[in-house]
């Protein structure tokens, strides 16, 4: 993202990095390691790489527009501009980042919601509403210092969930209950089908461990 960034940017890379830090998938991943000594950092990384992506669809910044208004111009300006990304092409960049920074691939479908939440929030932004921003920070906070639980299993499987369980999203938005995001299944590259043992936990594998 670029350090002029503009409000509508700054307003959306905020909502994302909330996003990015509910979902569970990515904390494990981070919290375990997986993308070795700088996953922290590639989280933040990927916040970046999709903000920019989303930037790229902006007009440049005139200093006698507003954001707002820069953005309002935007159909006078189409050679200036390249299309938003979509639901599909975030979620595609989603599960790659994931299988090649964190040796993860992902078929539970949680890339899918994060990547309609990140367009939402990219919309919200330029209309400059902050609603959807404040409650995923409020569970974001929430989330601070809660470890996910998990069970190492033979063969480098677990089982896992978040250490509050129970949480649910409490803000009235029409988001997905993240509470229900709970154990996405973490498969290898030969797409093998998940254990269920006989609490309901679902095993999740990762490709070769660093």
């Given at each position: 993202?670029?350090?002029?960034?503009?409000?509508v940017?700054?307003?959306?890379a905020?909502?994302?990095?909330?996003?990015?830090a509910?979902?569970?998938?990515?904390?494990?991943a981070?919290?375990?390691?997986?993308?070795?000594?700088?996953s922290?950092?590639?989280?933040?990384?990927?916040?970046?790489?999709?903000?920019?992506?989303f930037?790229?669809?902006?007009?440049?910044?005139s200093?006698s527009?507003t954001?707002?208004?820069?953005?309002?111009?935007?159909?006078?300006?189409?050679?200036?501009?390249l299309?938003?990304?979509?639901?599909?092409?975030?979620e595609?960049?989603?599960?790659?980042?994931?299988?090649?920074?964190?040796?993860?691939?992902l078929?539970?479908?949680?890339?899918?919601?994060?990547?309609?939440?990140?367009v939402?929030?990219?919309?919200?932004?330029?209309?400059?509403?902050?609603?959807?921003v404040?409650?995923?920070?409020m569970?974001?906070?929430?989330?601070?210092?809660q470890m996910?639980?998990?069970e190492?299993?033979a063969?480098?499987?677990?089982?896992?969930?978040?250490?509050?369980?129970?949480?649910?999203?409490e803000?009235?938005?029409?988001?997905?209950?993240?509470?229900?995001?709970?154990?996405?299944?973490?498969?290898?590259?030969?797409?093998?089908?998940?254990?269920?043992?006989?609490?309901?936990?679902?095993?999740?594998k990762?490709?070769?461990?660093r």
């Amino acid at each position: 993202m670029a350090s002029d960034a503009s409000p509508v940017s700054v307003l959306f890379a905020r909502g994302l990095l909330a996003r990015l830090a509910l979902w569970p998938a990515l904390r494990v991943a981070v919290h375990q390691n997986w993308g070795g000594p700088q996953s922290a950092q590639k989280q933040r990384w990927l916040a970046g790489v999709i903000t920019d992506e989303f930037e790229a669809s902006l007009p440049p910044a005139s200093a006698s527009l507003t954001a707002f208004d820069s953005y309002q111009s935007a159909s006078m300006h189409p050679s200036h501009t390249l299309p938003e990304p979509d639901t599909e092409y975030i979620e595609a960049m989603l599960l790659q980042i994931m299988d090649d920074e964190f040796e993860v691939a992902l078929e539970d479908g949680s890339a899918f919601d994060v990547a309609r939440d990140v367009v939402r929030l990219w919309n919200d932004a330029k209309e400059g509403k902050d609603g959807y921003v404040k409650d995923l920070e409020m569970q974001a906070d929430r989330m601070k210092g809660q470890m996910p639980q998990y069970e190492v299993d033979a063969g480098s499987a677990s089982d896992w969930e978040d250490s509050d369980g129970d949480n649910e999203d409490e803000s009235g938005s029409d988001s997905e209950d993240f509470g229900k995001e709970v154990a996405p299944q973490l498969l290898d590259r030969a797409k093998e089908v998940p254990d269920i043992d006989e609490d309901g936990f679902t095993t999740v594998k990762r490709r070769g461990g660093r």
